[in-house]
């Protein structure tokens, strides 16, 4: 079963204008981290931000993350079309079975040239 | 250095055959992940090993699906019996260590599985 689920399902932005993805999920957690994957195939790790963290960055990425609400957020600033992919979170449990990683439905981003 | 690595990279099959799939992780990496991942879904945990031995393999759907790595290196899972429902990416992913939860995961390209 899949614990995270992102919002919106489909995202479909200009070339230049900032996309926000949101992940929401359900239990206690060590980490939550995002990846990106294109075509169906394999996923590429783009941020990991901790339980004990709210705000993480790098380069074009931003990740908040709020463990009262149980959710956390991606922003991709300045977007490209290179950017256009597939987005999932993925969280890690602070309990036993704490190596997996349980994914959300993910968003399809599209970024128009 | 090279990434993870899967093989084959598509491999079309009819109901009823056996099939494995390859999975070659990062050199060091004592962890090794398998997931599944079917159309329009995130992946699913299937498998874990850490060093030779299955940690945790209480994502297996069923009896059919069996993974073995042996010198806890190279991952190979093995479907019996092939069915439909069983096409999908199956995907392997490695890192440093699994028990802290805190080692980043790295995948692999995948393998697309279809059941004719």
């Known amino acids: 079963s899949q614990q995270g689920e992102e919002d919106p399902q489909a995202l479909s932005i200009q070339e230049g204008e900032n996309a926000t993805m949101n992940c929401s999920y359900k239990?206690?957690?060590?980490?939550l981290q995002w990846y990106r994957q294109n075509s169906g195939r394999g996923l590429v790790h783009l941020i990991l931000?901790?339980?004990?963290?709210r705000e993480k960055h790098s380069g074009r990425l931003r990740v908040t993350l709020d463990t009262s609400k149980k959710s956390s957020s991606l922003l991709i600033t300045a977007s490209r079309a290179a950017d256009t992919a597939s987005y999932f979170c993925?969280?890690?449990?602070?309990?036993?079975?704490?190596?997996?990683?349980?994914f959300g439905k993910g968003t399809k981003l599209s970024v128009i040239p | 250095g090279a990434g993870v690595s899967q093989t084959p990279s598509n491999k079309v099959t009819e109901k009823g055959k056996y099939v494995e799939l390859r999975c070659d992780p990062i050199?060091?990496?004592?962890?090794l992940y398998w997931y599944r991942q079917s159309l329009g879904q995130g992946p699913e945990f299937l498998i874990y090993?850490?060093?030779?031995?299955?940690?945790?393999d209480s994502g297996l759907p069923n009896d059919r699906f069996f993974a073995v790595r042996p010198e806890g290196s190279v991952s190979t899972l093995k479907i019996q019996r092939t069915e439909r429902g069983d096409s999908a990416v199956y995907l392997c992913?490695?890192?440093?260590?699994?028990?802290?939860?805190?080692?980043?995961?790295?995948f692999g390209p995948g393998t697309r599985l279809t059941v004719l």
């Open positions: 992913a490695s890192s440093l260590s699994g028990a802290s939860g805190r080692s980043e995961q790295f």
């Open positions: 239990t206690s957690i060590n980490n």
């Open positions: 931000i901790r339980s004990n963290e």
């Open positions: 993925a969280t890690q449990y602070s309990g036993a079975g704490s190596y997996q990683l349980t």
């Open positions: 050199s060091g990496h004592t962890a």
């Open positions: 090993f850490q060093g030779t031995g299955a940690a945790d």
